[in-house]
């Protein structure tokens, strides 16, 4: 689609001259001598583009200016001054203006100021785009799940999220927490500010705390350059922290200082900085029990204890789980580009009982594979593998084809695997008194291919004070 460009000035050679070096791909000009007739123009034909004189009869470049940015302030004006205008052509920009060229000038300097009034028009248009479909996407009501568990967690997303007051998001890991964090986010008076996430599960402490607070150049080995931090990138916005439980003492008592006194020191700075973040904050740890062991600060857990949400676990949401696998199949059958399958009511009965230990992300995973795996119309209980293992006898179908009897059976010998390796890790951990490095040894195995069989089997090592 054509840029729409009008040009306005009251000498005929302009019009002609401005006309000929912008016509043609990719914009699609106008021009008119008359002020007025502009103003009437715009408010008709919706212009993208103005490029206005400063110096008219009637009434001055200025007050057109107003009068446009006031009506249709998406409308970028471009001023065309002369030398002795230029003081005037600042006061254009305070009112508004996208730019001013003085004249004359040469035509390649008139399309890149245009270019540029279009490219911003485009970056708006898609910012606005996006905005527009994440704030769709995390309304709380689309949030799936009309259990009695969530509408407790609506109400309370909907009470909070027009406040700037903390919030602390607990519940198992894959419940969703991160969805409701956003939910709040994009249902608040920051809607259109940044939300950024820190993932505290992954970062040491000093790269915790310099992607917090950012760095000056030399704080430390590596500083090459000045690194903006995110609570500044957030700010006016809100900052999610997820597993809270995971930052170090050190740093808790500096993000203390931050949610006290509104304000922090890049790491290797000596100058303060203020911010304006709201903060939610996410874990699935419970920080009572850390307070009281000491390895969480109690001061900060009462300053983001100001407003808890608990997300349940699937287990205790289970009227959910129809709705939500037909929610996530809906949506994998689509980037798949497939017919939208429907579910055997012994694969439904193995969904609804199952104990879902990874919540809503393990659902979605397992609802994933067996959209890829279903290759009629029809998800049955041989397309759920990791469900299908654990399930009573009693509850399976019997294999209709050969194919799904094949399947079973390799599903089978998989899990009697799975279930070696699981021991295999776990005793050897006990054996080791859960220290990882000491494991690997013992088993003589590579510490990393170790870490790897304890992340397929989701083994964490509880207490880490024997770690190397």
């Known amino acids: 689609m054509k840029a729409r460009i009008l040009i306005v000035d009251d000498e005929d050679i302009v019009l002609r001259s401005c006309t000929r070096i912008l016509d043609g791909d990719p914009y699609q000009v106008d021009s008119v001598l008359d002020p007025w007739e502009a103003l009437r123009r715009i408010d008709e034909n919706g212009y993208d583009i103005v490029v206005l004189d400063i110096m008219m009869p009637n009434i001055d470049g200025l007050q057109v200016l107003q009068h446009v940015k006031e009506r249709h302030p998406d409308v970028d004006v471009i001023m065309m001054t002369g030398l002795s205008q230029i003081q005037t052509a600042v006061k254009a920009m305070k009112l508004g203006a996208f730019d001013y060229l003085p004249k004359p000038f040469d035509p390649d300097e008139l399309k890149m100021v245009v270019d540029r009034a279009i490219e911003r028009q485009r970056l708006l248009r898609e910012n606005r785009t996006l905005k527009s479909e994440a704030g769709s996407r995390y309304r709380f009501e689309n949030i799936v799940g009309a259990s009695a568990p969530m509408q ?30 956003r939910a709040i986010h994009y249902n608040s008076l920051r809607k259109d500010q940044p939300f950024v996430v820190v993932d505290c599960n992954t970062l040491s402490e000093n790269l915790l705390e310099s992607e917090l607070f950012g760095h000056v150049k030399g704080a430390f080995t590596g500083a090459v350059a000045h690194k903006r931090g995110l609570f500044e990138l957030a700010n006016n916005g809100t900052l999610f922290l997820d597993e809270l439980g995971n930052i170090p003492l050190p740093t808790q008592a500096k993000l203390l200082r931050v949610l006290q006194e509104h304000e922090f020191k890049a790491v290797g700075d000596t100058r303060t900085q203020a911010t304006n973040v709201r903060l939610i904050a996410a874990t699935n740890a419970d920080l009572k029990a850390m307070v009281a062991e000491g390895t969480f600060r109690e001061d900060l857990y009462y300053r983001v204890n100001v407003f808890p949400i608990h997300v349940p676990p699937l287990r205790e949401r289970r009227d959910d789980i129809p709705a939500l696998a037909f929610h996530f199949l809906k949506a994998f059958c689509q980037e798949l580009g497939r017919p939208v399958p429907k579910i055997s009511d012994g694969a439904m009965s193995l969904l609804v009982n199952h104990a879902w230990p990874g919540n809503v992300r393990e659902l979605q995973n397992a609802i994933q594979r067996a959209a ?68 690997a040894e013992a088993a003589g195995m590579q510490r990393a291919n170790f870490q790897a069989l304890m992340k397929k089997h989701n083994i964490r090592v509880r207490d880490t004070a024997g770690e190397e």
């Open 372 to 439: 890829i795996l279903a290759s009629d119309d029809m998800v049955r209980q041989a397309h759920l593998a990791g469900i299908l293992e654990s399930a009573p006898k009693s509850e399976l179908e019997v294999p209709r084809t050969a194919e799904e009897l094949k399947h079973v059976k390799k599903i089978a010998r998989e899990k009697s695997v799975e279930d070696i390796e699981k021991l295999f890790v776990q005793e050897t951990l006990k054996r080791n008194v859960w220290n990882v490095t000491r494991s």
């Open 152 to 181: 407790s967690v609506y109400r309370l997303i909907a009470q909070c999220a027009p406040t700037n007051c903390t919030v602390l998001v607990t519940g198992e890991s894959g419940t969703g927490k991160e969805m409701v964090a």
